[in-house]
Nanobody
Framework: QVQLVESGGGLVQVGGSLRLSCAFS????????MGWYRQAPGKQRELVAG???????NHPDSSKGRFTISLDKSKNTVYLQMNNLKPEDTAVYYC??????????WGRGTQVTVSS
């Protein structure tokens, strides 16, 4: 089992920045892939950024250039640095972990609201 706890969300103005954190615990050595997803009201959950245990990252076009995912193994924490935030970035942001056996784990999410 893997436990994930997100933090760092909040209210920010257009053009501002936030850094989300996801602290993970439990069977951390089993984790192969971690990611940040978001879900806006009435919309499907979508991938924001992903990172493999070797540090390889994936940023979809929607976040490329503005969002950066990083992993600090010494702190068992994955971060999402978000810059130049836009109103359409408003959503609940979820941390995800996938183990080598393809078991998936989710945090409870953290709300990000971008006001204009």
């Amino acid at each position: 089992q893997v436990q994930l706890v997100e933090s760092g969300g909040g209210l920010v103005q257009v053009g501002g920045s936030l850094r989300l954190s996801c602290a993970f615990s439990g069977a951390v050595s089993s984790i192969n892939l971690m990611g940040w997803y978001r879900q806006a009201p009435g919309k499907q959950r979508e991938l924001v950024a992903g990172i493999l245990s070797d540090g390889t990252t994936n940023h979809p076009d929607s976040s490329k250039g503005r969002f950066t995912i990083s992993l600090d193994k010494s702190k068992n924490t994955v971060y999402l640095q978000m810059n130049n935030l836009k109103p359409e970035d408003t959503a609940v942001y979820y941390c995800n972990a996938v183990s080598a056996s393809l078991a998936g784990y989710w945090g409870r999410g953290t709300q990000v609201t971008v006001s204009s």
